[in-house]
């Protein structure tokens, strides 16, 4: 837990962090069209979406470079960066 909250710490300091996030469950719902409702997420992809970090950042360049400390990457997982598009 120290190296998840040293690494996000420093995202702060650096006025990037916009929210920690959260961890997210195992088990959940896929609606589909159709009104179709399957046992989810994501049970045909061999990876799962573990948790979330939203941080600001001027490109991805620059996101990928204050993600390259994230903990998950010493026990084998991935981090993705993703621009969030408003609505």
């Not at 589909?32 to 799962?48: F, H, Q, S, V």
């Amino acid at each position: 837990m120290k190296k998840w909250m040293d690494w996000i710490g420093g995202i702060a300091a650096q006025n990037k962090l916009t929210d920690r996030g959260n961890r997210l469950g195992q088990e959940g719902k896929v609606l589909k069209p159709g009104n179709m409702i399957t046992d989810g997420p994501y049970m045909e992809l061999k990876e799962a979406l573990g948790g979330y970090t939203l941080i600001k950042a001027n490109s991805f360049e620059e996101a990928a470079e204050l993600s390259k400390n994230c903990p998950i990457l010493s026990v084998g997982g991935s981090v993705e960066v993703r621009e969030i598009i408003a609505m």
